[in-house]
């Protein structure tokens, strides 16, 4: 195992001098972001901040900067004052020691910022205090308020006219009986408070004719629940004698012909930029940025319970800064390289994620093989990947975010949903719940993720063209039937690019160069593959549908712009709906050979199986990006075989990964 530290902007500057533009924030910088602000006035007791990233210059003067001057550093925030409910968004300019703008938001149409810490401790004082909810709980035998669990939940918008302009959350509870139990086994069925954090009060109690506690433990680390463990598996040992085959350097990683840089922010959490592929000297950018810019996890029971729970992780929790501090041998395996990262709490203090970042390389099966029949040769290549991850919770769920770069150009996304699914007590009467133990249930619902695509192929023009397979009629030039065509529609507009993914017809989407062709004289190109899963299943007039229209289709392209960074706008907390991609898409802006940007919809729809249950094994969902005329041929004919020397050299079995 090897440890580094993520390189902040304050400790490492790049050759010449001067910190790369997109270097990540650094604890001093983060505190002279907070100076700066006080300095102006802005400040009180009562300010709250969120979101504080750098404001990344324009994609033009990154590429221009030769690396001898500094750009300017700027930090964008959102400030809320929780007494006042002002809400403000800043951009501060280190290098000018100023506030360069402030824009005030009206929460009522904007929404608010995220989920405060402060505010879980809060939301506890306020419900125990309130006669109406504790008189529901003792109706379902639950007096003990101590080890009572309530959990505020991020509260949407569902027309209550006392919610609009304050900040509020709806509170389902849970029983934990003593200090290891499991609380998600014992939710207090029936019961919804919703709480008005900023007059401290409750504002409704609404139940339902659930009235009891699951009783079951749900404890999977009891042997009691999970039985004696097994005693026939043995240690799975990777290594790598020789060390591995990158180098992380100023936060750009290499490796066989890949270079990109890495970054992180408490709301995104990992970021790529600048992906390239040196093709025999010839550096070749593919992506410019990269990112999962947010994600929804919508609910399918219509009832009191569930009806209103649809949760932006990213936009409502700030996902970067529940980033877990990983472990070796458990959330990575091999020779690891560790990465911190800093992110900012509600004060606007940094704080530093220890081992936030794993980097790894894995073996990956059977890259290519052949016996050839004629020449009497037998050649096989072992393919391999490096791997860029990290894991976060929110509340019952785990997230982890994989990116693959892959030996043959190939660039994967893979997710990872782990955890508890959102418990409930369940009487055996609703059909949109599976049920799990005796007296408890989960809804079903969705897992939508957006990725954030920011193109830059052979060069920042590029171009969309949708490609579908297409059966031939048999006829003139088709006489036996036997024909395969495929057709492709080039996507010109914002609006025209809202695209839906069609398994049925192989749908892919091309993103070409139109700066560069290849040896054949076709546009260079790299291909996204959809998984083609279900997008957002709510009906279009619902509240979710409005407010996460990101989700309601797989693909959006939009022209590339600084501050467009987030597909259901930046304050997504009781937004009522409309900002982020159908707002920058609205503009129906030309897309044809432009400096664009892709936005790709994939996830999971989970009916929850027992199985899932009391914690669920991972569920995986994602994308490819894979060459298609980027290179003039297999890029990999020179990856050696590593066992020539051996007696085994060309092995045939194939190990996949899956």
């Known amino acids: 195992m090897s440890l580094q530290t993520l390189p902040t902007t304050d400790e490492l500057p790049a050759a010449g001098g001067a910190r790369h533009p997109l270097g990540p924030l650094g604890p001093d910088e983060v505190r002279h972001a907070r100076a700066i602000v006080d300095a102006a006035g802005l400040t009180s007791a009562h300010s709250r901040f969120s979101y504080v990233m750098l404001r990344e210059p324009a994609k033009t003067d990154v590429l221009a900067w030769d690396g001898t001057h500094e750009l300017a550093r700027e930090v964008s925030l959102l400030m809320t004052d929780v007494d006042t409910l002002r809400v403000i968004a800043l951009v501060v300019d ?24 402060e505010d879980y401790e809060l939301v506890d004082q306020v419900v125990k205090a309130d006669p109406g909810w504790v008189a529901a709980l003792a109706k379902r035998g639950v007096t003990d308020l101590a080890k009572v669990k309530p959990v505020p939940l991020s509260a949407g918008v569902f027309g209550y006219d006392d919610e609009i302009g304050t900040r509020v959350y709806r509170v389902l509870s849970f029983y934990q009986d003593h200090p290891t139990d499991s609380a998600w086994a014992h939710p207090v069925g029936g019961v919804i408070a919703h709480v008005d954090v900023a007059s401290r009060r409750v504002l409704r109690v609404v139940e339902t004719d659930v009235e009891h506690v699951p009783r079951e433990s749900g404890d999977y680390v009891d042997e009691v629940v999970r039985g004696p463990e097994r005693t026939d598996l043995k240690p799975i040992s990777i290594t790598q004698p020789e060390g591995v085959s990158f180098t992380v350097e100023d936060n750009v990683l290499r490796w066989q012909n890949w270079s990109v840089r890495i970054g992180f922010n408490g709301r995104e959490g990992l970021t790529l930029h600048q992906l390239s592929y040196d093709d025999h000297g010839t550096e070749r950018p593919i992506l410019y940025r990269a990112s999962i810019a947010e994600m929804v996890v919508n609910y399918g029971d219509p ?4 009806g209103w729970q649809n949760y932006f992780d990213l936009g409502e929790y700030q996902f970067g800064r529940l980033a877990n501090s990983l472990e070796l041998g458990c959330d990575c395996l091999g020779e690891i ?11 606007c203090a940094p704080v530093t994620i220890r081992n936030a970042i794993c980097i790894h390389e894995e073996d990956y099966g059977v890259l290519w093989k052949h016996n050839d029949i004629f020449s009497g040769s037998s050649e096989t290549r072992r393919q391999r990947r490096v791997v860029v991850s990290f894991f976060g919770t929110v509340g019952n769920y785990d997230y982890g975010f994989y990116w693959y770069l892959y030996l043959d150009g190939t660039i994967e996304l893979e997710a990872k949903a782990t ?3 959102f418990p409930s007590g369940y009487d055996g009467q609703d059909p949109h719940f599976t049920e799990l133990a005796p007296g408890l249930g989960a809804p079903a619902h969705q897992h939508l993720f957006s990725a954030r695509l920011d193109f830059a192929v052979d060069g920042i023009r590029n171009h969309v063209d949708e490609l579908d397979v297409a059966p031939v009629p048999m006829g003139e030039g088709n006489p036996w039937g036997n024909a395969i065509a495929r057709t492709k529609t080039r996507l010109r507009t914002e609006q025209a690019a809202r695209r839906q993914a069609a398994g049925h017809l192989s749908r892919v989407w091309a993103v070409s160069s139109a ?3 290849n040896r054949l004289g076709d546009p260079t190109s790299y291909v996204l593959y959809p ?5 957002l299943l709510a009906d279009p007039a619902s509240s979710i549908a409005a ?12 022209r590339y712009d600084r501050d467009e960074l987030w597909p259901a706008g930046y304050t997504v907390n009781q937004n009522p709906g409309g900002d982020g991609l159908p707002a920058y898409a609205s503009a129906d802006r030309d897309i044809d050979g432009q400096d664009l940007v892709v936005w790709h919809t994939f996830g999971l729809t989970h009916f929850v199986r027992p199985e899932d249950w009391p914690i669920m094994p991972v569920d995986y969902t994602g994308f490819k990006l894979k060459p298609h005329g980027f290179f003039d041929r297999n890029p990999t004919l020179d990856v050696p075989d590593l066992n020539r020397d051996r007696t085994d050299s060309c092995c045939t079995a194939d190990h996949d990964h899956h």
């Open 531 to 535: 998984e083609g899963q279900p997008a």
């Open 515 to 517: 700066e560069r062709t």
């Open 303 to 306: 009832g009191p319970t569930h």
């Open 337 to 347: 390289t560790y990465l911190d990262a800093v992110v900012v709490d509600d004060h």
């Open 94 to 117: 280190l290098s000018a020691d100023r506030v360069a703008s402030k824009t005030e938001l009206d929460p009522a149409t904007a929404g608010f910022g995220p989920c405060l810490d």
């Open 547 to 558: 407010r996460a229209t990101f989700a309601r289709h797989h693909l959006w392209v939009t």
């Open 419 to 421: 955890g508890i699914p």
